[in-house]
């Protein structure tokens, strides 16, 4: 399992610069009030999408640096933020090879690009509001265009369900914090948890977020008409499926 989740990381790192170096306009160093950054001009969807993908592919190899160090409850809480930005992805790349850019789509895209501050560059006097497109209209929007075997309501509820899974650790609820709690004698573990069950379990997760992460790259190369990479990504995808011991054939 260990070297799979290496190769999908070569994989996905090999392609996300490819898909990187397509895109026509690249990022510009802009003055704000607070200094020098780089931002697209253009504010396009596909420029939107090649920021998600690299906000999943960071994620999750930092996910797997808090594994390696027996972090699995961090671990856990950037997993929650790998969910949602495999999530966006998804949305945004059926509008451009399922259907189109919709007023949700819009509604979504004006909010990803505005900026944290006003000209002014002061937090304290800034209005910014980011209008958020609802979380549950991102994945019905999903449901409906994958048109799932099952109920669609029964796959976003099943999300849902995940997603307020995980944000007990975004949020420190209390049962899963005393999963930090064992040990002989029994004690918080506040240096990692290398060495007990968990890591193992967790071991088992990671896989499952890389694989999904590593289907969104599948994805933008369909988004991007990156053929070759659609080629070589799907066959090591099912290969990766098989060592796992994995089927997720539409027939399974």
Known sequence: MDDDIDKMLELMEISFRDFEAAIPSKPKLVRKPYGEVYRFQEQDIYQAIIQKLAHAQSTVRAAQVLLEH???QEQAALQRVVDEANEDILFLVYAVTNDRITDLHQKYLD????EEFDGSGNPLTSEQKRPMAPRKKIRAYIANVEGAPMDPSRGIELTRTIHKAYSGFVHGASP???DRYGGYPPKFHIKGMLGTPRIEEYKRDLWNYMYRTFISHILVAKALGAARHVEIMTKHLRRFEENAG???????
């Open 70 to 72: 027996g972090y699995v």
């Open 111 to 114: 909010a990803f690009w505005e």
């Open 176 to 178: 899963h914090i005393m």
């Open 246 to 252: 994995k089927d997720y054939s539409p027939s399974a």
